[in-house]
């Protein structure tokens, strides 16, 4: 047992130095599935102190790009999550969308050409010509897992600057149209502002996942935001819902 236990120790020691060295694209086994998982270093925007800006990565990062769009506008409760699996179709994890992508063949990837060519339905949310083309890019770059964490500028925090573009993304397909799910809509500015306004606390309940609320309450429902996404939101409801 000590000698398994010591093993183990220096082997996620080896692990840890690893990973502790590694500045680019590190790719670790996902103990969930076999396929890799591609962990990117922030792209950053920041100027460090003194120096330069850092360069802006240009890795469409899946677990904040492109999942939340499959799992908004593809894989509410009644289509295809895991729960419905219509048509034997599930968008709400990287290995079941990757039944539907050919990497580096948007063209002959099914998940993608069916994109505002019968899904999603006529009468639901539809992508903006923006997601389909980062959907596109990520295709072209590979299909990877990539999973990145701290993606964004929190001192960015306007309406048009961030969270347009956090609400159209993670919450678009189900509250992106009239009269959106839970009767929520969030698909503009002053929609937004009005409902927010109204049940601050109850948003931000949903958007942090707060461990006292039903898990259906937490917003979105398949992962919580990244972290300085949810800081983003709460900047600009706390200065006021700048434009
Ligand atoms: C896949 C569909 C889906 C996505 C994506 C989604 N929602 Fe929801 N949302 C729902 C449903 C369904 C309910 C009703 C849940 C319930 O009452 O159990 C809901 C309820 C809510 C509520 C009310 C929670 C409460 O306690 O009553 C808020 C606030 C909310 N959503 C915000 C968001 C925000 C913000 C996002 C994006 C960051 C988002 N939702 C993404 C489907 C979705």
């Not at 677990?63 to 506008?73: E, I, Q």
């Not at 929190?154 to 993670?170: D, E, G, L, P, R």
């Not at 959106?180 to 969030?186: E, K, P, Q, T």
């Amino acid at each position: 047992m000590r000698k398994f236990l010591s093993y183990t120790f220096v082997l996620s020691s080896i692990c840890i130095l690893y990973n502790a060295c590694q500045h680019d694209i590190l790719t670790v086994n996902s103990n969930v599935s076999l396929d890799p998982v591609v962990v990117v270093n922030p792209p950053t925007t920041t100027t460090p102190t003194g120096g330069t800006p850092a360069p802006v990565s240009d890795t469409v990062c899946f677990n904040t790009d492109v999942l939340p769009l499959y799992v908004s506008y593809c894989g509410s409760a009644g289509c295809h999550d895991a729960g419905s699996h219509r048509e034997s179709v599930i968008t709400t994890d990287y290995g079941h969308i990757m039944n539907g992508i050919k990497a580096k063949n948007a063209n002959s990837s099914k998940y993608y050409t069916i994109i505002g060519n019968g899904m999603p339905p006529r009468s639901s949310s539809q992508m903006t010509a923006t997601h389909i083309a980062l959907i596109k890019k990520w295709i072209d770059q590979g299909a990877l897992n990539t999973q990145c964490t701290n993606v964004c500028d929190t001192n960015s925090f306007t309406y048009a600057n961030a969270i347009q573009t956090i609400i159209s993304t993670n919450c678009g397909g189900c509250h992106g149209s009239k009269p959106g799910s839970a009767n929520i809509y969030l698909g503009d500015y002053a929609s937004a502002k009005t409902y927010i306004t109204a049940n601050t606390s109850t948003f931000l309940n949903a958007i942090n996942y707060v461990s006292s609320i039903a898990v259906s309450k937490r917003m979105p429902p398949s992962a919580k935001l990244v972290d300085c996404k949810i800081t983003q939101i709460q900047k600009w409801i706390q200065k006021g819902y700048p434009q």
